[in-house]
């Protein structure tokens, strides 16, 4: 909140819930079993979430894509992609033709 307040111009957090459920989210784990085993399933997870259920005032597609970058290369991976492509994930996942499973095999292209 702290740092909200200091970056002017930035989108305003207008949901902290979405934020909460996505972590929660790409943290489930049923009898101790992690839901989303894998790197690129639980980025998928973050990605899906915040695209539909926006935290932000605005620019909530570059937000979800941003954090499901950076919890790849979190994750200790290399991303190569391009912004077309970021663009392109962003608005299939907006029009709820992909699943979590399509959206990680999609993120699997851009790793190494």
Known sequence: MVAEAKAPGDPLVSDYGALVAAVS?????????PVYAEPHDR???LLQLLLHV???ERGNAL???AVAYAYLV?????VTTSPEKIRDLARLVKSGEAGVRDIA???????R
């Open 25 to 33: 989210r790409h943290e489930a784990a049923i009898f101790d079993r």
């Open 43 to 45: 980025a998928a997870s």
């Open 54 to 56: 926006p935290a932000l």
């Open 63 to 65: 937000f979800a894509s």
């Open 74 to 78: 979190a994750s200790g991976l290399k």
């Open 105 to 111: 095999a999609e993120l699997r292209t851009w790793t």
